[in-house]
């Protein structure tokens, strides 16, 4: 340790401004505090601060991705084949899902590296977040070249040319996967990619419910041997993290008790949902469309609705950020969620572009927030 | 009484609280004055080195108010002047006299108050060199003899970290409290916010008259004049003017009139683990952190801060207690730095988020120094800032138009009722590392150059 204290101590001269290598300080700043906090202390009031830093933050939404991960390479493994042992669905997930992560990190790394260099900001600690959320949205057997396409479209597009971390509007790792999704829609839809073994037509379960017209949607789900116990657990075939609701409850607790998460949007899209379902129920006896008929509980169980509620639309930079913009985006995610599954049949999933809508209005929504606040102030005002 | 509430805030566990036993400072040989200490006051000097004052003697006085006086804490010698760089003078230092004389003003009894003119009042509190204990909001400078003021505020719950407590202070001698308070509402014709917490017992604050008494609880800052105001006659535009007075300055107040003589003295506290020992002092104005610290060590490497370590100056030992301050902190420095510090489970860490383990022990075993434990990076919303600022705004959107200069929208979203101090919490716990605090002064200063 002590090694790597003083190579980090004797590069440090030439990084400094004035150093040859000043333009990769940014480099060095994320290599040095990721080994070491800084010891830098306060120039000015207040003299003592709390522990908490980006990192940290930013390490916890890591830890609370891990039990979705981990369950994602197991039933990766067995949905390719499920007679196999444990051993073999774990060497075959991980054989799939490790190369997904590690391409995303690679490839979204070295784009974060080039524009800090060239933008002269630091590195911020996001992407690591957004470079495993990635490929927790893709089907298993998504060809590597696209992972690195996504995750380049993603981190330029969704993020740096505005300005960066804490400057993007959409949620940079929804940016990525839209692009994939409509770039190399046959690698992203239809039935077959959601699993490994290519020859294995795997529907998922909101697939099945989208597939028929004038059916009961509930009974297809069920009549395709989705049970809500494998639905919840996660036994169904569906993005790599997004299937088990077990593991995505677990990663919620983790984010709303350490606040990383706020616990509005959450509660916000799960009253969406269910109310939007439940509306779109008492319409199915009037149509044909048999994804009305969906229940509230299908909803929420089948498909990434929960995994892209608690990781993807609680993203603090794109989601509101007024605890009452925070509700109505919540809600909005969740209402637009449901029509976009039960109106659109060529989206058999609808929370992405449900969050990435949401995304689009939560500048709005903050915006009439905050004038309902100036004018409640003023109000107070009055009143003295 | 009704007892306001407040939920959000954070009251820090930091070792080393002063112990309630009074200490005397003793005598020192100098004192110093520090023009930088006076917000708004613009000042120019009526003495030279070499010249003889008197304790009350008018040292300098504002160009921008010409009638506000800053005189001297002791009688003695000017023996030098530091200038610094644009002519701007840092310190005045008197060599103090072995026996003390004193200028005379006008003395009163408690019932020869009550028919005294705002005028009378006003003209003795300026030319003792008292009145710059009057601030005023917004912009927290030495008020505006000309200003009207719609309240005046005095907090007897300072809740920051080693602030001297209220009841203490006035079981020692309470002298000059309400004739203190009734000048103030004579002064000024309105009414006077008297704000207590919970425990506050001492009877001349809770049977205090010609005040408008309060009660406020909750953590820090809910003893903060800011958030007083806030709640009870927010400011509404940058005319809007609210005086505030500290605890201690109002029985200096109430002892000029009685007494005659301009009152020196203050109760301050010695806290911070690095010193030897911690407790009450007794003191007087412009005296050096040296004597004041005497015969008191301060174990390896550390901070003088005057006042409180949420708001206070660093300082030197050869620095005077600012004119405001009441705490002398003292905490550790340090720059060691952690190996994969944030991966640790962070029993020693101390946080008010949930993410370190320290959180189970309720920081307990925690320790904490000048490090920032981080480094800087842009706004990430995560609500830590609004968790620590019981008031009714929204920081971060003020945040951002602070950094994009927007006065309209600085001015929509309430920057007239900031104040540094009240964000010194959101500056603690943000992650970011924003040092919110200073965003806010610089937001204020712009509003009140550009505004």
Not at chain 1, 182 to 195: H, I, L
Not at chain 2, 41 to 50: N, Q, R
């Amino acid at each position: 340790m002590k090694g790597i204290r003083s190579f980090l101590d004797r590069l440090e001269p030439h990084v400094m401004s004035g150093g040859k290598w000043e333009r990769y300080a940014p480099l060095y700043e994320m290599v040095d505090t990721i080994f070491y906090v800084p010891g830098t202390t306060t120039a000015v009031a207040p003299h003592i601060r709390d522990a908490v830093d980006m990192k940290r933050s930013m390490f916890t939404v890591i830890i609370a991705l891990l039990p979705a991960l981990f369950f994602g390479i197991y039933n990766t493994g067995y949905q390719a084949d499920p007679s196999g042992g444990f051993l073999q669905h774990v060497l075959t997930g991980g054989a799939a899902v490790l190369p997904m992560i590690l391409v995303s990190y690679t490839v979204g790394g070295l784009w974060e590296m080039l524009f800090a260099v060239v933008r002269r900001h630091d590195i911020n600690e996001g992407f690591l977040v957004t470079g495993i959320l990635f490929p927790m949205t893709l089907p298993p057997d998504m060809p590597l070249w696209m992972v690195a396409a996504g995750i380049s479209f993603g981190v330029v597009i969704g993020k740096e040319v505005t300005g960066g971390t804490g400057y993007n509007v959409f949620n940079p790792a929804l940016v990525a996967r839209a692009f994939v999704f409509f770039a190399y829609p046959a690698e992203m839809t239809g039935d077959p990619v959601w699993s490994l073994a290519g020859e294995l037509t795997a529907a998922t379960p909101l697939a099945v419910a989208s597939a028929v017209q004038d059916g009961d949607a509930g009974l297809l789900v069920s009549q395709a041997g989705y049970s809500f116990r494998d639905m919840f657990l996660g036994f169904v075939p569906g993005s790599v993290g997004g299937t088990s609701k077990l593991a995505v409850i677990a990663g919620a607790i983790v984010l709303v008790v350490t606040r990383i998460a706020n616990w509005r949007i959450i509660a916000g899209g799960l009253i969406g949902l269910i109310a939007a379902a439940v509306s779109a129920n008492m319409l199915a006896p009037a149509s044909g469309n048999t994804m009305l008929s969906l229940s509230p509980i299908n909803h929420l169980l089948a498909g990434g609705f929960a995994f892209g509620l608690v990781f993807m639309a609680t993203d603090p930079v794109s989601a509101a950020q007024t605890d009452r913009g925070r509700w109505i985006y919540g809600v909005l995610i969740g209402v637009l969620c449901v029509m976009i599954r039960v109106l659109n049949q060529a989206f058999a999933e609808g929370i992405m572009l449900a969050i990435l809508l949401g995304n689009a209005f939560a500048p709005m929504i903050d915006y009439f927030v905050l004038r309902r606040h100036i004018a409640r102030r003023r109000v107070a005002y009055e009143k003295q | 009484m009704d007892v306001l509430r407040l939920k959000k805030g954070h009251d820090i566990v930091l070792a080393g609280q002063p112990e309630k036993r009074l200490v005397d400072a003793g005598k020192p040989a100098r004192l110093k004055i520090r023009p930088a200490d006076f917000r708004g006051i613009k000042p120019k000097l009526m003495v030279k080195e070499g010249d003889h004052v008197r304790t009350g003697s008018p040292v300098m006085y504002s160009k921008t108010f010409p009638d506000v006086y800053v005189t001297a804490p002791g009688s003695g010698r000017i023996i030098n002047i530091v200038i610094g760089e644009r002519r701007v003078v840092k310190e005045i230092v008197i060599d103090l006299d072995r026996a003390e004389t004193f200028e005379e003003f006008e003395r009163f009894d408690e019932q020869a108050v009550t028919s005294l003119s705002p005028e009378k009042i006003q003209s003795q509190l300026l030319r003792s060199g008292l009145w710059p204990v009057i601030r005023q909001r917004p912009f927290s400078s030495v008020a505006d003899p000309a200003s009207k003021p719609k309240a005046v505020f005095v907090s007897a719950t300072p809740t920051a970290p080693f602030t001297p407590d209220s009841d203490f202070i006035l079981d020692q001698d309470a002298t000059g409290f309400q004739m203190g308070l009734s000048i103030l509402k004579r002064l000024s014709g309105s009414p006077v916010h008297l704000v207590a917490g919970t425990k506050t017992s001492n009877q001349v604050v809770t049977e205090a008259k010609d005040v408008v008494f309060h009660r406020f609880n909750g953590p820090h800052p809910a003893g903060n004049v800011g958030i007083h105001i806030h709640h009870i006659a927010p400011i509404r535009n940058r005319d809007d003017i609210v005086w505030y007075v500290a605890l201690q300055d109002v029985l200096r107040i109430g002892r000029l009139f009685l007494r005659g003589k301009l009152p020196v003295e203050k109760i301050v506290t010695l806290g911070g683990e690095s010193l030897e020992k911690q407790h009450y002092a007794r003191i007087r104005h412009g005296m050096m952190l040296k004597d004041i610290l005497r015969g008191n060590r301060i174990g390896g490497e550390s901070r003088l801060i005057s006042g409180d370590v949420l708001t206070g100056r660093m300082s030197a030992p050869e620095d005077a207690l600012g004119f405001y301050h009441d705490t002398v902190s003292v905490i550790a420095q340090n720059t060691r730095r952690d190996f994969f510090g944030w991966l640790k489970p962070g029993r020693h860490s101390y946080s008010t988020t949930n993410l370190f383990l320290s959180k189970l022990f309720k920081n307990r075993s925690t320790t904490i120094d000048t490090r920032l434990h981080g480094s800087q990076r842009v706004i990430i919303p995560f609500g830590n800032i609004e968790s620590v600022l019981p008031m009714d705004l929204l920081p971060t959107f003020l945040i951002k138009m602070i950094i994009a200069r927007d006065i309209d929208e600085m001015e929509k979203l309430g920057i007239y009722e900031c104040d540094p101090e009240d964000f010194a919490l959101c500056s603690f716990v943000d992650a970011s590392k924003m040092e919110i605090a200073e965003i806010i002064r610089e937001g204020l200063e712009y509003v009140e150059k550009n505004g």
